[in-house]
């Protein structure tokens, strides 16, 4: 299929812009993209012009504008799926008091579709559209446990496998006889993985043996999570799982990873 270079540019350019890193420089872009700096001024200009992009005229960083926010409003609203899988993850959410989350999987990490809430939030942000790291959360344990081995590799050499608490696990070794774990008791529990304090118990989502499509969890704190409560919760969430596998076919069909994802794992294992 042909592609327009130019607009291969401004994609690149708006790929650079994560959680992690949500301000670039000009000097920045252009070393890590390769693209010549009068050309990224011109691209830059015509990005904040529209709307895309934010220019701190003080810093002279670059972030992304409000026509995302506005655009993510707009995707969000679309999705079909909300429709009908909603009254189940709410009431999942009345059944077990904790936060319940949908996600799918997206370019080797978890994407949060969709949150439900206690009435009285713990936390004053909304995950909805959150990329996280699979190896450090109970979705994405779940989702990696039914992937091929040479799928979980090439997650773990493009991305790594950082540690953000103690109990992260952030070897291969270790992540694989966690991941045999999970597939035979059916479930998969964040214990305390990616932020201390908070546990999840997570559940995949399929609509047949090899066709992986998501995961649901309930989060909260870590008290409330015991080895009593975390059967009951797997329960509860398996049942919601089997309620909406119907409607899985809804569901945004996205690649493990792309091409260019599979490409760099690829390289870091011949470099390696």
Same mark, same amino acid.
């Given at each position: ?17 994560? %959680?992690?890193?949500? %301000? ?32 701190? %005229? ?15 409003? #707009? ?5 079909? /799926? ?16 904790? /936060? #319940? ?12 579709? %969709? ?7 713990? /936390?004053?942000?909304?995950? #909805? ?9 109970? #979705? ?133």
């Amino acid at each position: 299929m042909k592609t327009i270079k130019s607009l291969e540019k401004v994609c690149q350019i708006f790929d650079c812009f994560t %959680e992690d890193r949500p %301000e670039w420089s000009l000097t920045e872009l252009s070393r890590v993209l390769a693209i010549p700096k009068t050309t990224l001024v011109t691209l830059m200009g015509t990005l904040c012009a529209c709307g895309y992009l934010e220019k701190n %005229e003080v810093s002279n960083r670059y972030s992304l504008g409000l026509r995302f926010f506005e655009l993510g409003f #707009v995707v969000r609203n679309q999705m079909e /799926i909300r429709t009908y899988i909603l009254p189940t993850l709410e009431e999942l959410q009345q059944q077990t008091g904790e /936060i #319940v989350y949908l996600t799918v999987p997206r370019s080797g990490k978890a994407l949060y579709l %969709e949150a439900v809430y206690p009435s009285v939030r713990l /936390i004053q942000y909304s995950t #909805v559209g959150r990329l996280a790291y699979m190896h450090a959360t109970g #979705v994405g344990k779940a989702m990696l446990a039914h992937m091929r081995t040479e799928e979980i590799d090439a997650v773990a050499d493009v991305h790594g496998l950082p540690k953000f608490t103690p109990n992260t696990l952030n070897n291969r070794s270790d992540l694989m006889k966690e991941l045999d774990h999970i597939r035979q008791r059916g479930y998969a529990v964040d214990n305390e993985e990616s932020e201390l304090s908070i546990r999840c118990v997570a559940v995949p989502i399929r609509t047949g043996k090899d066709n992986l499509v998501g995961a649901i969890s309930v989060s909260g704190p870590s008290v409330n999570f015991t080895p009593e409560t975390i059967e009951q919760y797997a329960t509860k969430v398996q049942q919601a799982v089997s309620q909406i596998t119907r409607f899985a076919h809804l569901l945004p069909r996205i690649e493990w990873l792309t091409d260019d994802h599979r490409q760099q794992a690829a390289s870091n294992q011949e470099n390696a």
